[in-house]
């Protein structure tokens, strides 16, 4: 991730910048960190940081409030306590506090350490999680840092307790298993660790001009080897096939690339991509999920290129103390979406049904959602602040946000299908070339040529020749929230869309919630619903349908289970005006579900044969 160095480092970016590495910095690094797990069973560490070279004056330590890959707030501050600091002399300091997020050390010297306590209890992503099993710790949750000394190289030194090993993307001192470094805080701030009695498993890639990179996988759970080699054996075939997708592996950072994966039933299920990582989690084993883990892991390596190197101009270089936000989620995440279970589908590692099934699913739920009437996948974007594991007591209005996985993945389908249609090019095609065009730049660890949407725009009218496409396309269906018919896109590859539940009756919501014996709606009906308009809302109490007392949950989705479309059915709720009452008409179930032509009684042909083996693979 970019960054803006000092004159005493200039020399070491013009390196990078040509392809040579930084080094570890020594035992005297000018940032030094010391992790200890002691209290590991109250999901406690102490840790101290030392910086050296100081300006003098007093130096403000901080937290994160954002982390990579995330793009809400998160308040890691809270759980930070106990901070004392020392100078080079071990002489205690005094150490102030003005705000949530900082602590300002009064340094008398050149050199300042600092020491608090870290609680972590959450184990995803985004968060640190320390027991005696294992310490999961994601960067920008767990360590301190000192505003205006982003570009000092870092050495980090933790003390695992008894059987654990450590996994990360940071590259190892010379001769330990324990002390890690970083060129700068951006790369150590994306650089997650792990710290258990994991197994690992090791396997070489070959790269562009004769490199080759070391491929681990360090998974933490309760499965035996041979589940861990069965999910290694799946994992490689679909990778095989990102690297296919992008023409080989992009050139990893100091040879390496790690899935971090935990599967332990105090983890939460996650995925989250580093430059040179992913950590991916479930609470489930890799046995008793059957290795659906694949999905996430899948969608995370696609990460490796798009983000991480082939990455938005908003969030390089990464700002930790706000919210990073982009018009660009629809490609970043959305595309990423699209490609996660097609690479499956492609390594054979999924039936063509259960794809479709997903497909479908993603599908309906995209054509279906009343949010594209109030803002395209790029307003959909920017809206990500306030739901990417953002945290709010108010409530929201959820008929008006879509969330950009799916309504990105949905872009790209219908962009990979008017290609291979329309131009006899793909999906594929324009992200190899996007990746040319500003993927495969790299300086200092970072991608030195960011995108916006105008380029993704003109890559597109390149590719096709046709830049009146390429802009009635993002008018249409970017900049605007328009999708085209998907019916004729998916036949030429022999696929029906169709209603995948056409004698079922609608009303615009079945969630219910009970307390105190009163049944309750716990969504809102669907903008435009029957129910949306007779005027039901969340929380409002459910009485009674057609005249049957709504006397649990069960009464409520008998009830709506059995409906047909076109049936009137008359409903008594209460909400805060009173009793209501009215009677609506159940409109068709708007669910979609798309099915090879075979299954319907058609034929495919050998022209579909050919456009569906293009596509999904065998």
Known sequence: MKLWWGAALAALVAGTAHGQQARDPGPRAPVSYDVRFDGAAHHEARISVTYRGLTPGPVEFRMARSSPGRYALHEFAKNVYSVTATDGAGKPLRVDRTDPYSWRVAATGDTVTVSYTLYGDRGDGTYAQIDPTHAHLNMPATFLWARGYDDRPIRVTFHPLKGWKVATQLPAAAGSTTTFWAPHLQYFMDSPTELADFRLREWQQAGAGGKSYTMRLAVHSEDTDADVDTFTAKLRRTIDQHFKLFGGPPAFDFGTYTFIADYMPQIDGDGMEHRNSTFISQPRSLKDANFRQLDTASHEFVHAWNVERLRPAELEPFDFTRANATPSLWVAEGFTQYYGPLMIRRAGESSLDDYLRVLGGTLGGVLNSPARRYGGPQEQSLRAPFSDAATAIDPSNGNISLSYYPYGAVIGLALDLTLRERYGSSLDALMRALWTSNGQFQANYAPARPYTQATIETALAQLTRDPAFARSFFDTSVRGSALPDFAPLLAPAGLVLRPARPDHGWLGATRVSVEGGAVALDQIPVTGSPLYTAGLDRGDVLVSVNGAPVADASTWSTATA?????????????????????????????????????????????????FRKSWLGQ
Do not use: Y
């Open 562 to 610: 059995a409906l047909k479309p076109g049936q009137k059915v008359a409903l008594v709720w209460r909400n805060r005006g009173g009793e209501q009452r009215a009677t609506v008409t159940a409109a068709a179930d708007p669910m979609l579900e798309v099915v090879r032509v075979e299954a319907t009684g058609g034929t495919l042909n050998p022209q579909q044969a050919a």
